[in-house]
């Protein structure tokens, strides 16, 4: 059974740019959660799709955006790309409420 | 809100033993699910172990178990016959049970395990 994939693995960004990274969960998994992870603040929600709704956001601005396909894909994009974006972005699915979700290994963005 | 508080940011077992990493979070509700997870420099977050809060039996994976104290808000992980692979960060994350409420996974900061031969 495949696991969450995410694409690309590094990514390096200019500031001002945007970008957009993917995320396939495990088949048959309908929610998606994105996290960012930076030493300075850790982890913290971005948001999270359950069948292509958002259904929860974290307290980010509105440069980052989401969104989730039929097949359950999900893609997050940041706009006008600031040095601090710079960080790990884990995508996270799970099947049932009471699951721990499984995590992907994650995009590290590089913005200079 | 809730939170999550890993008050050890660094610890070291020597391999073979067993060692403990904290967790304390604050919460009003009365129902959530508790995790750890484990990172290691692959950087892929794994879950180790779950517990949910309404189940009083302390939850045990192999070598990984917990000590849930509901009243107390504390979720402490226990690691025996630590082995050189578990050296990783580990992370307490909360999860509400709350029809309606968010599922979104709150992290404390994590604690770096060193695992020494």
């Known amino acids: 059974k495949a696991g969450v994939t995410q694409t690309p693995r590094y990514l390096i960004k200019t500031r001002g740019q945007q970008v957009t990274l993917s995320c396939s969960p495990i088949s048959g998994h309908r929610s998606v959660s994105w996290y960012q992870q930076t030493p300075g603040q850790g982890l913290q929600f971005l948001f999270e799709y359950f069948s292509e709704t958002q259904r929860n956001k974290g307290n980010f601005p509105g440069r980052f955006s989401g969104r989730q396909f039929s097949n359950s894909r999900s893609e997050m994009n940041v706009s006008t790309l600031e040095l601090g974006d710079s960080a790990l972005y884990l995508c996270?699915?799970?099947?049932?409420?009471?699951?721990?979700?499984?995590f992907g290994s994650g995009t590290r963005l590089t913005v200079v | 809100a809730q939170t999550v508080t890993q008050s050890q940011p660094e610890m070291s077992v020597q391999e073979a033993e067993t060692v403990t990493l904290s967790c304390t979070y604050d919460t009003s509700e009365s129902d959530y699910y508790l995790f750890w997870y484990k990172q290691p420099p692959s950087r892929q977050m794994i879950l180790v172990i779950r517990q949910e809060a309404y189940k009083q039996q302390n939850a045990t994976e192999n070598r990984f178990s917990v000590n849930f104290q509901k009243a107390a808000k504390s979720f402490s992980l226990k690691i025996s016959d630590s082995q050189l692979g578990d050296a990783a960060m580990y992370f307490c994350?909360?999860?509400?049970?709350?029809?309606?409420?968010?599922?979104?996974?709150?992290f404390g900061k994590g604690t770096k395990l060193t695992v020494n031969p």
């Open positions: 996270a699915s799970s099947s049932y409420r009471t699951d721990g979700y499984t």
């Open positions: 994350a909360y999860r509400s049970a709350t029809q309606g409420g968010s599922e979104k996974l709150v």
